[in-house]
């Protein structure tokens, strides 16, 4: 389960800990008029996040979705079939 702290005013942490690795991942949202997603995270933690992002906003909402790098743990859950019907446009 995803852990969630507002950071700033509407800009949230998801965070992820994954006991075999021993790493914390973490991803973005930004809540505004244009919902942003930094990171997507890895595709074994999607519905942590799906299931965070929808605690905060209405993934329907969600505008974009971007990443610092292009690897599994920041974007290997890009685009899942969950999203791929929004009207989210991948900005990385």
Do not use: K
């Not at 995803?2 to 998801?14: L, N």
């Amino acid at each position: 389960m995803a852990e969630v702290h507002e950071i700033a005013d509407g800009i949230f942490r998801i965070s992820s800990y994954n006991e075999q690795a021993r790493l914390t991942f973490n991803q973005f949202l930004i809540r505004d008029e244009r919902p942003l997603l930094f990171h997507t995270g890895q595709r074994g933690i999607f519905q942590d996040t799906l299931a965070a992002v929808r605690g905060l906003i209405d993934p329907a909402a969600l505008r974009y979705i971007s990443w610092s790098h292009w690897e599994g743990d920041e974007a290997g859950a890009r685009c899942p079939r969950a999203w791929r019907r929004q009207r989210a446009r991948a900005a990385g």
